[in-house]
């Protein structure tokens, strides 16, 4: 695209700087100097013309440098709204928009009166954490005293809420809005198959499209999702929705105002859909209009990410990722842990040991693709 990068992030090791013209060894959830280092270089000679969080959940950050500099964006009350889980279900009630019923707790007593209110089982999470950090489906009372401190420890501000706990298929949706007109791109059928055996942990275990709701149903989900972004204020931009259809219709469990990690606005949705997702992004960041038929799929390819399931334990070696990565289907396999690493049993998502995305003639031959190059990779562990 010609642009010169300014990339800013905490780790001076982050992968990003390797494309930045610019580097800021700065913290992501830093907005006060992050603004100050943007408006010093905007001053300096070195014009920002626009601003974009990638797949990180800082839209304060990012707001607070529009704001400063007079870029496109969302607006400051925005980002508050989309970066703090009950402002956010505030406003949505308040817009009338399709949401699980939901408290602010104070203490783990409260969860008796919980239960009385949503029955069981219910949902805790902290209200501004992200990654399924402290988020926990609860079955018990007995569990009511841990989760709420293990809620409550994962929350920068120590507020912690609750929520029902929707029956139904989950999707991921991700929307660009160009001044009010949305383009729902990304549509995703979530994968659940490990909650048995994580819970109380709610750990997704990928996702595949094309989704295998109906047509109706998928206008409801999106119908919901892009006005719940309206709503929040998100008029231009990317709005990412957790969705779930429930047999009353589609609800909203949170909408954040940026692009979505896990490699699905970057990877699965370009994959999907033939569409730069990215580019188009950066271009409403720069406060360009997207020509229509810029944004329309130009293919409905399969695609499906799975996660690697790694036992706890010390590992002493891993093997077949050759084979993995040039098996059929395989777009991208990554791992994040090594010979060496000493695993514990996930409890959120940015402890998974990897993934593999793939692609297929269909739904299903992208799925079972993921599993099998899963499968050649095998792991050996340290003698205890």
């Given amino acids: 695209m010609g642009l010169r990068l300014i990339i800013a992030d905490g780790n001076n090791n982050a992968p990003g700087f390797a494309f930045a013209d610019i580097k800021l060894v700065i913290s992501t959830y830093d907005s006060q100097a992050l603004s ?43 980002a508050h709204r989309v970066s703090d889980k009950l402002a956010m279900k505030h406003q949505l009630q308040a817009s009338g928009i399709p949401i699980p019923r939901f408290e602010s707790v104070r203490c783990a007593k409260d969860l008796i009166q919980v239960m009385d209110r949503l029955g069981l089982p219910f949902v ?43 029956q139904g298929p989950q999707i991921s949706t991700e929307t660009l809005i160009d001044d009010g007109t949305c383009y729902t791109l990304g549509f995703s059928d979530r994968n659940y198959e490990w909650l048995e055996k994580t819970r109380p942990y709610i750990i997704e275990n990928g996702g595949d ?3 295998s709701l109906t047509d109706a149903q998928q206008r409801d989900v999106v119908d919901t999702v892009e006005r719940a972004a309206l709503a929040l204020g998100i008029h231009r931009g990317v709005a990412k929705g957790d969705m779930v259809l429930t047999p009353e219709g589609a609800k909203v469990i949170e909408i954040a105002g940026r692009l979505s990690g896990g490699y699905f606005s970057t990877t699965q949705i370009p994959l999907f859909t033939g569409v730069p997702f990215i580019e188009m992004a950066i271009r409403l960041a720069l406060g360009e209009h997207l020509p229509p038929e810029a944004v329309v799929p130009r293919q409905h390819q399969a695609v499906a990410i799975r996660y690697l399931d790694l036992p706890a334990g010390t590992l002493a070696s891993l093997e077949g990722l050759d084979e993995a990565k040039s098996a059929p289907g395989v777009h991208m396999l990554k791992l994040f842990v090594g010979a060496g690493d000493t695993l514990t049993a996930v409890e959120n998502h940015t402890q998974r040991a990897g993934f593999v ?20 990779v095998k792991v050996s562990y340290a003698q205890e």
């Fill in 36 to 78: 100050a280092a943007a408006k010093m270089l905007h001053e300096s000679g070195e014009p920002i013309h626009g601003v974009i969080a990638m797949c990180a959940d800082v839209p304060v950050s990012a707001a607070a440098i529009a704001a400063d500099l007079k870029l496109p964006g969302l607006s400051l009350q925005t």
């Fill in 124 to 166: 805790i999470k902290p209200v501004d954490s992200r990654g399924a950090r402290g988020v926990l489906l609860l079955d018990h009372p007995e569990q009511f005293e841990w989760a709420f401190h293990t809620a409550q420890k994962e929350s920068p501000t120590g507020r912690v809420m609750v929520e029902e706990y929707l």
């Fill in 209 to 211: 499209a094309p989704t």
């Fill in 357 to 376: 995305i793939t692609t297929g003639a269909d739904k299903q031959q992208a799925i079972e693709r993921a599993h099998h190059a899963l499968a050649l």
